[in-house]
């Protein structure tokens, strides 16, 4: 298996979950991802959520004649969000700190992302 294959293997979600796209403020994107896990821990809605990922990748930046490794985002202002879409997880969402909303869909009913796109 390649490591393309791998990536898009290991983004399928879990079964009755489907991956959405929250738009968060820029450069927030890792406190969003844990202010997030931290209220679905205490509302308790483990079984409704599944992986939260800032999509990154590893770049190598020549600065002062050293190379150096950093992690650069793919989507600065997004975090993709794992879940079962229903009033009470879109709230818990929604209603995260320097989470501005989710992307595409109706105002209050987001739209997944397509198994296209993954």
């Known amino acids: 298996m390649t490591e393309a294959s791998e990536t898009v293997q290991s983004l399928t979600p ?3 979950m489907r991956w959405y ?3 968060a403020y820029s450069g927030m ?4 991802e844990r202010n997030i896990m931290e209220r679905v821990g205490n509302a308790g809605m483990e079984a ?3 992986r939260t990922l800032v999509p990154t990748e590893e770049v190598v930046e020549l600065k002062n004649g050293q190379r150096r490794t950093t992690e ?3 989507f600065p202002g997004y975090v ?5 879409m229903d009033d009470e997880t879109w709230h818990l969402v929604k209603n995260t700190n320097k989470v501005t909303g989710f992307v595409g869909g109706a105002k209050n009913r987001p739209a997944p992302i397509s198994e296209a796109d993954v």
């Open 48 to 50: 409704k959520f599944g």
């Open 80 to 84: 993709l969000v794992e879940m079962t």
């Open 72 to 74: 650069r985002k793919f």
């Open 29 to 32: 994107e890792k406190a969003v």
């Open 21 to 23: 796209v929250v738009h």
């Open 14 to 16: 879990a079964d009755g």
